[in-house]
T-cell receptor
Framework: QQQVKQSPQSLIVQKGGISIINCAYENTAFDYFPWYQQFPGKGPALLIAIRPDVSEKKEGRFTISFNKSAKQFSLHIMDSQPGDSATYFCAASGSGSARQLTFGSGTQLTVLP | GAGVSQSPSNKVTEKGKDVELRCDPISGHTALYWYRQSLGQGLEFLIYFQGNSAPDKSGLPSDRFSAERTGGSVSTLTIQRTQQEDSAVYLC??????????????FGEGSRLTVL
């Protein structure tokens, strides 16, 4: 059972545009929602994360929007740059010591110069 | 080292052979995870170690897969009698626990396994 559904699978955006990636989850026990960025040949790295007590978190050009009632969250990349071209994974985990992250299937973002 | 170190970075093996993949986590990180990333796919949880507790093996896909963590530090993932469907990138991650825990996983660069 896929617990975190991510879309789109791939995304092409012009430089300066807004990139939007969406995720939906099923498990209402999830309370931590990070986004990871992965460049080719590298491991994923944490980009930004949110907890359900807020509806939005912004760090520079990256914003997470969170809708608890809809069980959805999204990543917005403002003023997208070619250097943002990477694969983005949303993830979710529950409370407790395990924190086993359940990852979405990933979105390959290409920002055209 | 400063980050999570994995070896080998690339491994090509023949079907039926056993392979061992190594992970050296960030010093002081007591939590260690193994994930598998197949081509174009997300990250599939395999196993989780936390201190001296029994590991959570719930993600291991078959009994051909096993992992151990010696001395609470280095971990080895072993795949016996490899099959072509085992071809993937195997990622190791570590995390702080306790008061400094932000939930962030720090990943290594992975071991790319190709089974011919």
């Amino acid at each position: 059972q896929q617990q975190v559904k991510q879309s789109p699978q791939s995304l092409i955006v012009q430089k300066g545009g807004i990139s939007i990636i969406n995720c939906a989850y099923e498990n209402t026990a999830f309370d931590y929602f990070p986004w990871y960025q992965q460049f080719p040949g590298k491991g994923p790295a944490l980009l930004i994360a949110i907890r359900p007590d807020v509806s939005e978190k912004k760090e520079g050009r990256f914003t997470i929007s969170f809708n608890k009632s809809a069980k959805q969250f999204s990543l917005h990349i403002m003023d997208s740059q070619p250097g943002d071209s990477a694969t983005y994974f949303c993830a979710a985990s529950g409370s407790g010591s395990a924190r086993q992250l359940t990852f979405g299937s990933g979105t390959q973002l290409t920002v055209l110069p | 080292g400063a980050g999570v170190s994995q070896s080998p970075s690339n491994k090509v093996t023949e079907k039926g052979k056993d392979v061992e993949l190594r992970c050296d986590p960030i010093s002081g990180h007591t939590a260690l995870y193994w994930y598998r990333q197949s081509l174009g796919q997300g990250l599939e949880f395999l196993i989780y170690f936390q201190g001296n507790s029994a590991p959570d093996k719930s993600g291991l896909p078959s009994d051909r897969f096993s992992a151990e963590r010696t001395g609470g530090s280095v971990s080895t993932l072993t795949i016996q009698r490899t099959q072509q469907e085992d071809s993937a990138v195997y990622l190791c991650a570590s995390r702080q626990t306790g008061g400094a825990n932000t939930g962030e996983l720090f990943f290594g660069e992975g071991s790319r396994l190709t089974v011919l």
